[in-house]
């Protein structure tokens, strides 16, 4: 993410009169459009095969296009309860006690958003006053950097270690009086990695000393290999009331469109949560959220299923990747391979836009998740059906400079 630089006062019209926009500056100018999204436009445009923005090309699973379909015939069809409907508040509560070992009463600590991207933002207007110090692990996913620009919070982008774990010494020394909060993510967009528990102690341990919230986006909590274990930041000693922890069905049932996602926190911060996500968009979409109480029901073997069809995918595309001269790990989480491009001369934006426009394959500039850096990565993802990853694979075998 790169902060626009102001285009205030440069709208001046007829005889030095100015506009409206020179005279108002917004909260808008202060950073860019998703370079997420404009490399799927780029793709389109192109017809590249789209391995920037992380989504699946692959079917949801059946059960959930039915329960849909029965959920608008069945007239679930106006707003849900602003906070989600009581159902899909109940079954999360219990898939949440069994799989991440955290408790929390639906009536007043989950809160349904409009995917976890609103969900995010509802908890940073909810917990942030102008001028609070946010710490955002760098790299991050694009997202964080607006988030905290919009919700008024002051940035402090602390580098991950080489590895893309915690650097210890880097957080103890960012964390100030001035911390309200962490953004942490794990698995992590974009790097795969999946913080241990150790990891997560010690950030905890920082957040009680300096008084401090974790916002964890846990979104690939169920895309991990290798047999790692996910671990919730909230179900950490002393965590509970201080963690805001969230979800979202996007990944974990490859309906990205459906924009369900969650933010479970103690009843204090969940009311601040719910009243700004009120104001917000009133309540994800009720049909939609009928849909999710069935996600929620079927069998651990999809999970099971799920990791597995990922870890096939990941390693089809980072073969095609090393093949292809790209230098990259095999991520630990999530669906994405954050690749070091030094070897092709090219910096990342330049090198994205030849991609794209000549070989067909649309990847993410690295630059889009560091506040300065980033120039030497490109991110792709493998949310791909195999045969889409096989040809993006060949495709990137005709790279020629
Ligand atoms: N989280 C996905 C990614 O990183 C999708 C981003 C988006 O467009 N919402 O690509």
């Known amino acids: 993410m790169k902060h626009a630089k102001s285009g205030i006062g440069k709208h001046i019209t007829g005889a030095g ?17 998703s370079v997420i999204r404009e490399m799927t436009r780029l793709a389109l445009a192109n017809k590249a095969i789209n391995l920037a923005q992380g989504f699946p090309d692959f079917a949801c699973p059946p059960e959930l296009k039915t329960a849909a379909i029965d959920a608008i015939s069945n007239d679930h069809n106006q707003y849900a309860i602003t906070w989600g409907s009581k159902n899909l508040r109940d079954a999360l509560a219990a898939r949440v006690k069994t799989f991440n070992g955290m408790d929390f009463d639906p009536e007043a600590e989950i809160t349904v958003t409009c995917g976890s991207t609103e969900a995010m933002m509802a908890s940073m207007l909810a917990i942030i006053q102008p001028g609070d110090e946010v710490i955002v692990p760098e790299p991050f996913y694009e997202n964080y950097g607006p988030d905290a620009q919009i919700s008024g919070a002051v940035p402090r982008y ?18 100030s009086k001035k911390t309200r909060a962490i953004i942490l993510n794990t698995p992590n967009n974009p790097t795969g990695k999946v ?16 008084n401090a919230i974790a916002i964890t986006d846990e979104i690939y909590e169920h895309i991990v290999y290798d047999g790692r274990k996910h671990v919730s ?11 805001i922890t969230i979800g979202s069905f996007s990944k974990t049932y490859s309906v990205t469109g459906w924009r369900v996602g969650y933010a479970l926190a103690d009843a204090a911060i969940t009311s601040r949560i719910r009243k700004i996500h009120d104001f917000l968009t009133v309540g994800a979409p009720a049909p939609l959220q009928q849909a999710c109480v069935a996600a929620l029901d079927l069998p651990e073997s999809y999970y099971h299923g799920l990791a597995a069809e990922y870890d096939r995918k990941r390693k089809i595309l ?15 989480g999530a669906y994405y391979i ?12 330049e090198f994205a836009r030849y991609l794209a426009e000549k070989v067909g394959v649309a990847a993410v500039p690295g630059s889009s998740f560091y506040s300065n850096g980033g120039e030497n990565r490109l991110r792709f993802t493998f949310s791909k059906k195999d045969e889409t990853l096989v ?4 495709r990137l075998g005709n790279i020629d400079m």
């Not at 241990?196 to 957040?207: G, V």
């Not at 930041?233 to 965590?239: F, K, R």
């Not at 040809?391 to 060949?394: N, S």
């Open 17 to 33: 009169k100015k506009t409206f926009f020179a005279v108002h500056p917004s909260r808008a100018d202060s950073f860019t459009e």
């Open 338 to 349: 954050f690749t070091d491009i030094s070897g092709f001369g090219m910096k990342d934006r």
């Open 195 to 210: 913080f241990t528990r150790k990891e997560l102690a010690f950030i905890a341990d920082l957040c009680i000393d300096r």
């Open 158 to 175: 602390v580098p991950l270690a080489p590895d893309f774990g915690i650097d210890e010494e880097a957080m103890k020394t960012a964390f």
């Open 391 to 394: 040809e993006a694979c060949r």
């Open 318 to 332: 980072y073969n095609g990747l090393k093949k292809a001269g790209f230098a990259c790990e095999l991520p630990e």
């Open 233 to 243: 930041m909230g179900s950490l000693d002393g965590m509970h009331d201080r963690t």
